[in-house]
């Protein structure tokens, strides 16, 4: 009888603990899914608050447009000029100091709408230099070179050549990290070049009669092909080691 009544008291509390502990887990779940569905959501307000703040703080730093001579140009803020007007000293979009030397600088377009030019023609010679007007032309086509003109060429002969160059250093036996040599005097060649001036023309019939724009635009497209090139030959380069270690290995 005893044993009995243990029996049935066992089973009621193992009843009990079950019919609670499962309570107690669908209290969890639904916890859980709260704390997720609610927690997902403080995550996007977070995220839209830093990405405004950001994108406010942007705004309020970058506010007027510095120009340079090779047709670069960024955003800045609080500047202003030092040791005699040699420097610029600035903030750009970033929100980060920087010092850069007036002689590479063209101007300094405000917000308001109002330019202060930078450039100032050397008067050491009178035919040795440009005036503003021709600057402002060969500015214009280094800024159309360097936003305009992609090379997607020298990015693609860059990585052929780089993929190349360590088999062909490896067939001669030599280290295949020599292999860098080979991209690195590629790049120097595609620096040299410049882009066809009848594609120029073809692009920009009216300003392509300028000529200052026109040698603006090809030093501009020269840079980008180098850059290119080199990067090209740099990814093509890691993936040739990679294979000649592999069918090495």
């Not at 089973?11 to 887990?25: A, M, N, V």
């Not at 977070?46 to 120009?67: G, M, P, R």
């Not at 300094?108 to 035919?127: C, F, H, Q, R, T």
Request: include cysteine; glycine fraction near 8%; charged fraction near 20%.
């Amino acid at each position: 009888m005893i044993n009995q009544i243990l029996i049935l008291i066992l089973g009621c509390y193992k009843t009990y603990s079950e019919k609670f502990i499962l309570r107690i887990d669908l209290h969890l779940v639904k916890n859980i899914q709260n704390m997720k569905k609610y927690g997902f959501l403080v995550l996007v307000i977070i995220s839209l608050l830093f990405s405004n703040k950001n994108f406010a703080q942007e705004q309020t730093l970058a506010k007027d447009t510095l120009w340079y001579l090779n047709g670069d140009k960024e955003l800045i803020s609080n500047y202003e000029f030092i040791e005699e007007g040699r420097i610029l000293n600035y903030v750009n979009h970033k929100g980060k100091h920087k010092d850069v030397e007036t002689f590479f600088l063209f101007s300094l377009n405000k917000a308001d709408g109002s330019v202060k030019i930078i450039y100032k023609p050397s008067m050491e010679e009178e035919g040795d230099t440009l005036t503003v007007d021709e600057m402002r032309s060969f500015v214009l086509g280094g800024f159309f070179g360097t936003t305009k003109y992609k090379a997607r060429g020298a990015l693609v002969e860059g990585f052929v050549v780089g993929a190349a160059s360590p088999f062909l250093v490896a067939s001669l036996g030599a280290n295949p990290f020599f292999s860098i040599i080979i991209p690195a005097i590629n790049s120097t060649v595609v620096g040299v070049t410049k882009p066809s001036e009848k594609k120029i023309q073809k692009q920009y019939p009216e300003l392509s009669k300028d000529t200052l724009f026109v040698e603006g635009y090809k030093e501009a497209a020269k840079r980008k092909r180098t850059k290119n090139s080199i990067i090209g030959g740099l990814i093509g380069m890691a993936a040739g080691i990679v294979t000649v270690f592999i069918i090495g290995g």
